[in-house]
């Protein structure tokens, strides 16, 4: 036995400090629930898991990112609605005007209905917006394109586009000239008689206004309303378009998103059951460890006990 070098009891501190750090580790895993808390534990796997993270961040918010931009879609075609409801409206009057039950007192009400609508359609173009950009094109940029990232990586995007949807965008020009030529009620013949004009009717300019059947009033104006209805729902079937595809696009991100949690949960998160295994052993080994190094530390004690007694 030699005194000045315990190899026993440096062997035992060898497997109490292996035991400890086992323990150490396993709480550390239980506590936060990762299997890999630094390099040191899975240098491969966490490199793994750092990328996959990054990519579902940013599956994350390209969903989001679709979300608004279904918002933005639902806004301008909730604008849309009221203004194909509008040129219904327009276009009811135009029939009604057209009936020779009116005098020209009503139908001169029916023109400043008219002109009233078609401020509403430009001020909807106009003021219709989304986080402070307005949706609806202009004089400038007759249709607007919006562009959604709606992936992880930069080329995942998806666009919707905006036409003009004011009396101009349209194709309502003439239709607007006209009516505001009218100053109301005294007008009114005036107004029929150039829409009977377009239709190719023989009616010669006078200082008197020239009497108009009231089929006359409707060609023009029906004609080119029906064009803008037409325009309007051809516009909102594009967004509904736009609108289901960035749906489907959540629905896709959506199950991108669980399986590579999934994934990333197997390379990253512990197992509580091994690791709870684990623990247990190493708190045992420790417990084992530590009585052991008392042993260990005590041996020596027994050389002094051996010379006590030869003295």
Do not use: C, W
């Not at 378009?241 to 959540?250: D, F, P, R, V, Y």
Request: aromatic share 4%; proline share 1%.
């Amino acid at each position: 036995m030699r005194i000045n070098t315990n190899t026993a009891a440096m062997n035992t501190y060898t497997k109490y400090t292996a035991a400890a750090n086992a323990k150490a580790s396993a709480l550390e895993k239980l506590s936060s629930g990762s299997r890999i808390n630094s390099a040191a534990d899975d240098a491969a796997g966490l490199a793994i898991s750092n990328k996959m993270t990054a990519q579902i961040s940013g599956v994350k918010q390209a969903r989001a990112n679709a979300q608004d931009g279904i918002s933005l879609i639902q806004t301008a075609e909730g604008a849309l609605e009221e203004t194909s409801k509008m040129l219904n409206r327009m276009r009811d009057l135009t029939l009604q005007a057209g009936n020779g039950t009116l005098q020209d007192d009503d139908r001169g009400e029916i023109v400043l209905e008219m002109k009233t609508l078609v401020s509403n359609i430009n001020a909807i173009n106009d003021n219709t917006k989304f986080n402070g950009m307005t949706l609806f094109g202009d004089s400038t940029t007759a249709t607007k394109t919006f562009t959604f990232q709606v992936g992880a990586n930069a080329d995942e995007t998806a666009t919707a586009k905006i036409e003009e949807m004011d009396a101009s965008g349209l194709g309502m020009d003439d239709l607007v000239k006209r009516l505001n030529k009218q100053g109301g009620k005294d007008g009114t013949k005036d107004f029929t008689a150039d829409y009977a004009r377009d239709q190719g009717d023989l009616i010669k300019e006078a200082t008197t206004t020239p009497s108009v059947a009231p089929s006359e009033f409707e060609k023009g104006a029906l004609s080119i309303l029906d064009a803008a209805i037409k325009k309007v729902s051809d516009q909102r079937a594009k967004l509904g378009a736009a609108q289901n595809g960035l749906s489907h696009t959540i629905n896709s991100l959506e199950a991108t998103t669980t399986n590579l949690a999934a994934a990333n949960s197997r390379i990253k998160d512990v197992d509580m059951a091994q690791e709870m295994t684990s623990y247990t052993s190493s708190n045992i080994l420790l417990q084992a460890a530590t009585s052991m190094l008392s042993q260990a530390n005590s041996m020596p004690q027994s050389v002094m006990t051996l010379l006590q007694n030869i003295g």
